[in-house]
């Protein structure tokens, strides 16, 4: 049996986001000692390392609450989980093109500047006049 504490240090996953994932219903409730504190067992440590996994792969929670209720035969669930893992790899290789994109804008709007002290700075002016911009590049998320 594990301590909330015990499993956290063993899957990585800090103690609040154990709570917030059983508060949710992603990780099932852990059984209570004597004394009122969390005890998981191997299947909660299981448990825990595939949803920290699939969240390090990006996957929303509740993409992961769906996988984790598939049984893991194939047919159906199988299909089911391949459609969840084909979907979040186009996620990723879009956020991948949008990201080349900001990378490339920012390479030419560094190269506006020469470093120089006389006049406006070209980098200042660029980034705030967006019309400046070689190509649209919107809000970006930022992954916190």
Not at 64 to 89: F, H, P, S, T, Y
Not at 114 to 131: E, P
Request: glycine residues 12%.
């Amino acid at each position: 049996m594990f301590s909330i504490g015990a499993l956290s240090k063993a899957t990585g996953v800090k103690v609040p986001t154990i709570r917030y994932y059983e508060e949710i219903g992603l990780l099932p409730p852990a059984g209570r000692n004597a004394g009122n504190q969390r005890r998981y067992g191997q299947d909660g440590l299981e448990a825990l390392g595939f949803i920290k996994h699939a969240r390090d792969l990006g996957f929303a929670l509740e993409d992961i609450k769906v996988l984790m209720a598939l049984d893991g035969e194939l047919g159906e669930d199988c299909a089911e989980a391949n459609r969840i893992a084909r979907a979040q790899l186009d996620q990723v290789r879009a956020r991948i093109a949008r990201l080349q994109q900001l990378a490339s804008e920012l390479e030419r709007i560094s190269h506006l500047c020469d470093g120089g002290n006389g006049g406006h700075c070209k980098v200042l002016t660029a980034l705030g006049d967006h019309s400046q911009c070689a190509a649209d590049h919107g809000p970006v998320r930022r992954a916190y």
